[in-house]
């Protein structure tokens, strides 16, 4: 199976809640991340989370992490057409004396008016 | 500052040409990686560098090389380009690499090859 997995699509209708989830595999991930990536664009930083967390909130973004069954997700409160993207999560797969970032597929989020 | 800057934008290229996309950043970082982009993959890893003169192999290598003569530089080689390299790269650097990995991206080089 995958690494990470995320779902591909999710529609909302602006000012209402979205929520992306992301499962992962490694136990030994420390680091959870979510990037946020806009039409022809590179990848942003949302936030991360460190494992021994099980929620980090960030003004619209609430971050629930569930270490038992290797579940993220991110919330994103009163979605606005701004928010339309694709989102990622990652997870930090750590050997030696680095870490690499292992990415899910991303989701698209369409946030319609 | 610029942070990461990526050349071209856009490339096209034929079967067996071979081209270098360029990695910059300003911001001293040590750790630097290129990923490829691909429609329902995701980002996957192709090289990664910890340090000037360290680089290692990531998921999908072959094809590609690099080398990291600065800390500021970290250039992708195409050898023999090949239609399935046709594909959006980033390049991405933090600070260290290390369990806390925040990496800051580039613009994206889309690549085709005919």
């Known amino acids: 199976g995958e690494d990470v997995e995320q779902s591909l699509f999710l529609s909302v209708r602006e000012g209402d809640s979205s929520v992306i989830n992301c499962t992962y595999t490694?136990?030994?991930?420390?680091?959870l991340y979510w990037y946020k990536q806009e039409p022809g664009a590179g990848l942003q930083l949302l936030t991360y989370i460190f494992s021994n967390m099980d929620m980090k909130q960030d003004q619209r973004l609430t971050v629930l992490l569930n270490k038992k069954d290797k579940h993220l997700s991110l919330r994103i409160a009163d979605t606005q057409t701004g928010d339309s993207a694709i989102y990622f999560c990652?997870?930090?797969?750590?050997?030696?004396?680095?870490?690499?970032?292992?990415f899910g597929k991303g989701t698209k989020l369409s946030v319609k008016p | 500052n610029a942070g990461v800057t990526q050349t071209p934008k856009f490339q096209v290229l034929k079967t067996g040409q071979s081209m270098t996309l360029q990695c910059a950043q300003d911001?001293?970082?040590?750790?630097m990686s290129w990923y490829r982009q691909d429609p329902g993959m995701g980002l996957r890893l192709i090289h990664y560098s910890v340090g000037a003169g360290i680089t290692d192999q990531g998921e999908v290598p072959n094809g590609y090389n690099v080398s990291r003569s600065t800390t500021e530089d970290f250039p992708l080689r195409l050898l023999s380009a090949a239609p399935s390299q046709t594909s959006v790269y980033f390049c991405a650097s933090s600070r260290e690499g290390g369990r806390a990995n925040v990496l800051t991206f580039g613009a994206g080089s889309r690549l085709t090859v005919l």
């Open positions: 990652a997870e930090t797969r750590y050997g030696g004396s680095q870490g690499n970032l292992i």
């Open positions: 911001m001293n970082h040590e750790y």
């Open positions: 490694d136990s030994s991930s420390t680091y």
